[in-house]
């Protein structure tokens, strides 16, 4: 018997199967939530802002001590500006032994960035490190809009498709195979002048989601 859409917000997330499993999906969203927030930069005071919902609430979920319902995902993954299903990479999916290790190609969490022709997919296990690494999928006419810049470095590999990049005063138009790094801060911005869907790697550090 499946839920109405109401009814469903109000349920504690949880893994069908066995206890474990469950117990295990509760503590990595927690651990998620905390990592995205840490790596985005958002104290758990702005962060209960940015939900109405309570500070030790809050601290709790990222400890996994307390369980998660669906609406309060949702407010947290909205505050955080990433969709709800970045926090979904099933237990069941992934081997015990490779979960904070290996990210299988079917397994990566995913931001669609709504509007801008955008998905990233983050190809390490958590953001709780000093790397960000990320499948961007650029959409064919879509770009990063104004210049931006942020502390820290980055590199990339165009994998498949073209990629204009403006790095300060200059400007470069990268080819599959071709790769770049730069410092973060240099204002930067991008855009795929292709006909085909661009497949860039990119890694930044310190992490920014």
Do not use: C
Request: net charge negative; proline share 4%; glycine share 10%.
């Amino acid at each position: 018997m499946s839920l109405r859409g109401s009814e469903r917000l109000r349920h504690p997330v949880e893994l069908a199967g066995p206890v474990s499993e469950a117990s295990y999906l509760e503590d990595q969203l927690g651990r998620q939530v905390r990592e995205l927030r840490t790596a985005k930069g958002v104290t758990l005071q702005a962060l209960a802002d940015g939900t109405k919902l309570s500070v030790g609430y809050l601290s709790q979920v990222e400890r996994g001590r307390s369980k998660l319902t669906v609406a309060n995902l949702m407010h947290i993954a909205r505050a955080l500006d990433v969709h709800l299903n970045w926090f979904f990479q099933s237990a069941g999916d992934a081997a015990e032994e490779e979960r904070d290790i290996i990210v299988r190609g079917g397994n990566r969490r995913r931001i669609r960035v709504a509007g801008a022709g955008l998905t990233e997919e983050l190809l390490l296990p958590s953001l709780n490190g000093p790397l960000e690494v990320l499948m961007s999928v650029i959409e064919p006419g879509a770009d990063s809009g104004e210049s931006y810049s942020h502390k820290g470095d980055e590199a990339g590999v165009v994998v498949a498709g073209e990629l204009e990049l403006w790095v300060g005063e200059r400007y470069f138009h990268l080819h599959a195979e071709d790769s770049f790094s730069f410092a973060s801060a240099t204002a930067h911005r991008w855009r795929n002048p292709g006909e085909i869907t661009t497949r860039v790697v990119w890694v930044i550090t310190p992490p920014s989601y």
